[in-house]
């Protein structure tokens, strides 16, 4: 089936780095990808949608200064958090859809982030 | 505006018991898909089952099956002779063409004792 490799699976930053995660299709191609993030005990918010070859589309309330998404390939993309802060430590998972709309996302396994 | 509700933030049911989770959203399109994702404790998001709204039939997959009702926009997950594996929160999603985007429900946490 489709996988969807997320790297890495956690991450330890100082407060005011910058940290990136990747998000890689292994067997498929993804023109679109979706980042989410996951505070402790709660549900799965959609931050951006990114999209191959072009500007991510960002969800209200998502900085999109601060979540820097890049999509430079039909089998990658990469978020960036610039600046962290400690209100940033959350786990973030990304997920691609293979097929047309309405097929189901197939996700990473997910980053943990702390920010010290 | 897309809206999924979870009303049940704690299941338990014992192995080999059935139970069922809800799920109610809300939409105005007319074509949309409905999910079930399971997230054991490993975090990583896990099909269960898809639903086509324009299928009236009852999706199942194994010992996972839906109750789809359309009128009342409601989609509760029956889990048949429950697995100490089964243990996890499951969250349902709505994805509609227009939104383009997987929208999440609160999730419910479910527990399987012996």
């Known amino acids: 089936g489709a996988v969807v490799s997320q790297h890495p699976s956690w991450v330890i930053c100082k407060s005011g780095t910058s940290v990136k995660i990747e998000c890689r299709s292994l067997?498929?191609?993804?023109?679109?990808m979706f980042w989410y993030r996951q505070f402790p005990k709660q549900s799965l918010m959609l931050m951006a949608t990114?999209?191959?070859?072009?500007?991510?589309?960002?969800e209200q309330g998502v900085e999109k200064d601060k979540f820097l998404i890049n999509h430079a390939s039909l089998t990658l993309s990469t978020l960036t958090v610039t600046s962290a802060h400690p209100e940033d430590s959350s786990f973030y998972i990304c997920s691609a859809r293979v097929g047309q709309e309405g097929s189901p996302l197939h996700f990473g396994n997910g980053t943990r982030l702390t920010v010290t | 505006a897309q809206t999924v509700t979870q009303s049940q933030p704690e299941m338990s049911v014992q192995e080999a018991e059935t139970v069922t989770l809800s799920c109610t959203y809300d939409t105005s399109e007319s074509d949309y898909y409905l999910f079930w994702y399971k997230q054991p404790p490993s975090r990583q998001m896990i099909l269960v089952i898809r639903?086509?709204?324009?299928?009236?039939q009852n999706a199942t997959e194994n010992r996972f099956s839906v109750n789809f009702q359309k009128a009342a926009k409601s989609f509760s997950l029956k889990i048949s002779d429950s697995q100490l594996g089964d243990a996890a929160m499951y969250f349902c999603?709505?994805?509609?063409?227009?939104?383009?985007?997987?929208?999440f429900g609160t999730g419910t946490r479910l527990q399987v004792t012996l």
């Open positions: 990114s999209n191959e070859g072009s500007k991510a589309t960002y």
């Open positions: 639903q086509e709204a324009y299928k009236q």
């Open positions: 067997d498929f191609q993804a023109t679109t």
């Open positions: 999603a709505l994805h509609t063409g227009t939104a383009s985007k997987l929208t």
